[in-house]
């Protein structure tokens, strides 16, 4: 004000330069409102409070799909080494039994009656088995068989090398309260004729006739994989036949379906060629082309038709994966190229023969659960820090805002010349920073306002003595006019004359 005050006595010729300058430069940026800059903050925080919950809690739950992925495939892996491992056991125990029995002479192979309750009780005494079998090297064969019915059979195959022809007869038992009923029995000429030495299990154990043999090949009866444990049965250091026991490998398949339960995906058991042994999905294991063929053969995994299985096929191309050398498990992410999904592809060694166990999961099984949790806690980050940023704007508004913003309006009322010292009085009552800022400044207004006043009487004052000053001034310049001074002379004469 009292800048004000002065400035309305310069003169308007020194004020034009100022407001000329004053126009010239730089005018500065418009800035939020108190208001505005607390709403803009409690937005920041909300979002980045938001942040912090959601991205880390992302992030776990990646790490999370990935271990809840190993772990299912863990499961899988030890559930069918285990599984494997008990047929591989009851198979080898049988195989032994068997071979004792012949060289006890608990067996006597030429006794068909003797022969055939044998073979018959010792495939009934274990589900799993689905033959057990003698193979003698004239080419004649003897074997006890599980039908997918349950049904059990007796094939006596008689190979006449002359002809090249093979006569065969069939006794069919149902077992029922630990006996068997016969069913029926049937003779009749195999086509093609069955040659016990040209079969996969006889030249196993014939290639190795001091040890145990392994052969997985596709029966031909039944046309699914199989599974044979045999043994070289010598008579004088001279191949006499072989023994075995051999299991359908469709209940490993059962297994791994029973395994996988309502989980999407699939599970499978190849080899180090990358032959399936066994698989959810049955329809790979014996498809049409196989049980076409006159001598069927495993099924690749490249000639697999279901996706995943293509999916865990395309994997290990890609990665170029020494199935041969595996001995220990791996995991790998396959990204299908149209849909963008993730396929969690995972092998493990059986821990017998040269069989791994393989899994293919889609990563949606657990991401459609986990997405879902997440955007429920997205919306309740939101709308609970939301909350709490409007209860905090409100209590910001009134605690902060307010008392601020009548404190700005105190400053422009002091601008304006209308300044009431009681309008701060509820703010100058709070005991906080705001109250103490209000004391001040109040107490700085009243002071700025005593000061104007006293200004304004000592310019009044000031004006006073000037005007008295200017009126001495012109009445010394009067008295000392020559006019004045004959004017004085002449009243003098006057006055002197009179009192004569």
Same mark, same amino acid.
């Given at each position: 004000?009292?800048?004000?005050?002065?400035?309305?006595?310069?003169?308007?010729?020194?004020?034009?330069?100022?407001?000329?300058?004053?126009?010239?430069?730089p005018?500065q940026?418009?800035?939020?409102?108190?208001?505005?800059?607390?709403? !803009?903050?409690?937005?920041?925080?909300? !979002?980045?409070?938001?942040?912090?919950?959601?991205?880390?809690?992302?992030?776990?739950?990646?790490?999370n799909?990935?271990?809840?992925? /190993?772990?299912?495939?863990?499961?899988?892996?030890?559930?069918?080494?285990?599984?494997?491992?008990?047929?591989?056991?009851?198979?080898?125990s049988?195989?032994q039994?068997?071979?004792?029995?012949?060289?006890?002479?608990?067996?006597?192979?030429?006794?068909?009656e003797?022969?055939?309750?044998?073979?018959?009780?010792?495939?009934?005494?274990?589900?799993?088995?689905?033959?057990?079998?003698?193979?003698?090297?004239?080419?004649?064969?003897?074997?006890?068989?599980? #039908?997918?019915?349950?049904?059990?059979?007796?094939?006596?195959?008689?190979?006449n090398?002359?002809?090249? #022809?093979?006569?065969a007869?069939?006794?069919?038992?149902?077992?029922?309260?630990?006996?068997?009923?016969?069913?029926?029995?049937?003779?009749?000429?195999?086509?093609?004729p069955?040659?016990?030495?040209?079969?996969?299990?006889?030249?196993?154990?014939?290639?190795?006739?001091?040890?145990?043999s392994?052969?997985?090949?596709?029966?031909?009866?039944?046309?699914?994989?199989?599974?044979?444990?045999?043994?070289a049965?010598?008579?004088?250091?001279?191949l006499?036949?072989?023994?075995?026991?051999?299991?359908?490998?469709?209940?490993?398949?059962?297994?791994?379906?029973?395994?996988?339960?309502?989980?999407?995906?699939?599970?499978?058991?190849?080899?180090?060629?990358?032959?399936?042994?066994?698989s #959810? /999905?049955?329809?790979?294991?014996?498809?049409?082309?196989?049980?076409?063929?006159?001598?069927?053969?495993?099924?690749?995994?490249?000639?697999?038709?279901?996706?995943?299985?293509?999916?865990?096929?395309? !994997?290990?191309?890609?990665?170029e994966?020494?199935?041969?050398?595996?001995?220990?498990?791996?995991?790998?992410?396959?990204?299908?190229?149209?849909?963008?999904?993730?396929?969690?592809?995972?092998?493990?060694?059986?821990?017998?023969?040269?069989?791994?166990?393989?899994?293919?999961?889609?990563?949606?099984?657990?991401?459609?659960?986990?997405?879902?949790?997440?955007?429920?806690?997205?919306?309740?980050?939101?709308?609970?820090?939301?909350?709490?940023?409007?209860?905090?704007?409100?209590?910001?508004e009134?605690?902060?805002?307010?008392?601020?913003?009548?404190?700005?309006?105190?400053?422009?009322?002091?601008?304006?010349?209308?300044?009431?010292?009681?309008?701060?009085?509820?703010?100058?009552?709070?005991?906080?920073?705001?109250?103490?800022?209000a004391?001040?400044?109040?107490?700085?207004?009243?002071?700025?306002?005593?000061?104007?006043q006293?200004?304004r009487l000592?310019?009044?004052?000031?004006?006073?003595?000037?005007d008295?000053?200017?009126?001495?001034?012109?009445?010394?310049?009067?008295?000392?006019?020559?006019?004045?001074?004959?004017?004085?002379?002449?009243?003098?004469?006057?006055?002197?004359?009179?009192?004569?």
């Open positions: 004000m009292v800048i004000a005050a002065l400035s309305s006595t310069l003169k308007p010729s020194l004020l034009c330069p100022m407001t000329r300058l004053a126009a010239l430069l005018k940026p418009p800035s939020l409102g108190l208001k505005a800059t607390l709403v !803009t903050a409690m937005l920041l925080t909300v !979002t980045a409070t938001a942040a912090m919950v959601y991205v880390p809690w992302s992030w776990m739950s990646r790490r799909i990935e271990t809840i992925v /190993d772990q299912t495939n863990k499961e899988i892996a030890v559930g069918t080494s285990k599984e494997v491992e008990r047929l591989f056991s009851n198979a080898e049988a195989q039994f068997i071979e004792s029995s012949l060289n006890r002479n608990l067996l006597d192979l030429d006794d068909p003797s022969r055939e309750f044998f073979f018959l009780n010792v495939l009934a005494a274990t589900p799993a088995f689905t033959w057990v079998q003698y193979g003698d090297a004239n080419g004649d064969f003897l074997g006890a068989q599980r #039908t997918a019915n349950g049904e059990l059979h007796f094939h006596d195959r008689d190979w090398p002359e002809t090249q #022809t093979t006569d007869i069939v006794n069919s038992y149902e077992a029922r309260d630990a006996a068997l009923i016969p069913i029926e029995s049937k003779s009749y000429e195999m086509n093609p069955y040659y016990a030495p040209s079969r996969p299990w006889y030249q196993g154990a014939e290639a190795a006739p001091d040890q145990r392994w052969t997985v090949y596709v029966y031909r009866s039944s046309r699914t994989p199989g599974l044979d444990v045999t043994k049965v010598m008579a004088e250091a001279e006499a036949g072989v023994i075995g026991v051999g299991i359908e490998l469709n209940q490993l398949s059962d297994y791994l379906e029973q395994l996988q339960g309502n989980r999407p995906g699939e599970t499978f058991i190849i080899n180090s060629q990358k032959e399936l042994i066994a #959810t /999905d049955k329809a790979e294991i014996t498809p049409d082309q196989v049980v076409e063929a006159a001598e069927p053969q495993l099924t690749q995994l490249t000639d697999a038709q279901n996706p995943l299985l293509q999916y865990a096929s395309d !994997t290990l191309q890609t990665q994966l020494d199935t041969s050398s595996l001995d220990a498990w791996q995991r790998f992410v396959y990204r299908e190229p149209s849909s963008g999904e993730i396929y969690h592809i995972a092998l493990t060694p059986v821990g017998q023969l040269d069989w791994m166990v393989g899994t293919v999961i889609p990563e949606s099984t657990y991401t459609t659960v986990i997405n879902r949790n997440k955007r429920r806690l997205l919306a309740g980050v939101i709308l609970f820090t939301g909350g709490i940023a409007i209860v905090a704007v409100v209590l910001a009134r605690l902060i805002a307010r008392p601020i913003l009548r404190i700005a309006r105190a400053a422009a009322d002091i601008e304006a010349n209308c300044f009431d010292p009681d309008q701060l009085g509820e703010s100058s009552n709070r005991q906080d920073e705001i109250g103490q800022l004391r001040i400044f109040r107490k700085m207004a009243i002071e700025v306002y005593q000061r104007e006293q200004l000592q310019v009044q004052s000031l004006r006073v003595e000037i008295e000053s200017k009126r001495s001034q012109q009445v010394k310049e009067i008295v000392d006019t020559d006019f004045f001074k004959d004017l004085a002379v002449k009243a003098k004469a006057l006055r002197n004359r009179d009192r004569a």
